[in-house]
């Protein structure tokens, strides 16, 4: 099945989700309860190569995502709403996904969920690494006055680190994020991370540093301006971390299982990783 070629599924028709239709994805996501928001859902009309399925009367009711990164690709947004489930049309359009890394030989990766897991692993996907998601209930305080917006050179900066931690750029997306109006960068040393609005709750990450114990100190001078909803998608393997942001508030939600498919890159598994930018970036 070409990647590109619209097919017709039990009346269902997969092809492209278009630019301008942002909205018809971030209804599914919400249904959802996922915490991606306008702008994500733009910037991935923008850069990726994202599918959807539409039911015979025309609404979108499935799409999935692939964002390329250099040599590799990040798929994500793999949604279908409750009524069009066990249909197949996930893995339909995750073929369309493959098919595309296959046409540009990128390596796969993405950021499973345990009962997704089984299914990318029928796809040729392989474990490589475990996160957690933690989150931080509104701590009842106004939010206090801190600057927004990113300089260029902590943008060039978090570029830099995080290359270091992956094996490959992630400038134009992580550029993006930092330019919109509610994203900041913070760093001490060598230590940075990025903080950004989500749908439901403000999203920590990535974070970088050379060891556990400069990311805790960080961690502590982010957390002094961010008293509103926060979840991070940790490092699983990080344990002095975690038990620092369980002792501040923090609960552990969800696991999230990184997984691979093609040749092994270091992808976010390096030593400087701390945590990600959520599961549809990585």
Same mark, same amino acid.
Not at 230 to 244: F, P
């Given at each position: 099945?070409? =990647?590109?070629?619209?097919? #017709? ?17 971030? $209804?599914?996501?919400?249904? =959802?309860?996922?915490?991606?928001? +306008? ?6 009309? @923008? ?14 009711? @499935?799409?999935? #995502? ?12 793999? &949604?279908?709403? =409750?009524?069009?489930?066990? /249909? ?12 595309? #890394? ?32 933690? /989150?931080?209930?509104?701590?009842? &305080? ?20 995080? +290359? +270091?931690?992956?094996?490959?750029? /992630?400038? +134009?997306?992580?550029?993006?994020? $930092? ?11 060598? $230590?940075? @991370? ?28 982010? &957390? ?5 909803? &926060? ?15 369980? $002792? ?9 299982? /990184? ?24």
């Amino acid at each position: 099945m070409g =990647a590109t070629e619209a097919i #017709a599924l039990d009346g269902v028709s997969l092809g492209r989700l278009q630019p301008g239709e942002a909205a018809a994805g971030l $209804a599914l996501s919400d249904a =959802a309860g996922w915490n991606q928001t +306008a702008d994500d859902w733009r910037l991935f009309l @923008a850069m990726a190569d994202v599918f959807a399925a539409r039911a015979p009367d025309g609404p979108v009711v @499935a799409t999935a #995502a692939l964002l390329p990164y250099a040599s590799a690709a990040w798929i994500s947004l793999v &949604l279908v709403h =409750a009524d069009w489930r066990r /249909r197949g049309l996930a893995t339909a359009l995750m073929r369309h996904c493959l098919d595309v #890394a296959d046409e540009r030989a990128l390596t796969c990766w993405l950021d499973a969920t345990p009962a997704g897991a089984t299914v990318y692993e029928q796809l040729g996907f392989r474990p490589a690494g475990e996160l957690v998601r933690l /989150r931080r209930k509104a701590a009842g &305080l106004s939010q206090p006055d801190t600057p927004r917006g990113c300089g260029a050179g902590d943008v060039a900066a978090l570029v830099a680190a995080d +290359a +270091a931690a992956f094996g490959f750029s /992630r400038a +134009a997306v992580l550029t993006e994020i $930092a330019g919109r109006a509610g994203s900041r960068i913070i760093r001490q040393g060598e $230590a940075i @991370a990025l903080v950004r609005d989500g749908r439901k709750a403000r999203q920590l990450g990535p974070i970088l540093a050379p060891d556990e114990a400069r990311a805790t100190a960080l961690v502590d001078d982010i &957390l002094a301006g961010e008293p509103g909803e &926060l979840v991070i998608d940790l490092a699983a393997d990080r344990g002095v971390l975690r038990g620092h942001l369980i $002792a501040r508030g923090f609960v552990e939600e969800r696991p999230f299982l /990184r997984m691979l498919r093609g040749a092994h890159h270091v992808a976010g598994i390096g030593e400087e990783f701390m945590a990600g930018a959520g599961p549809e970036y990585g």
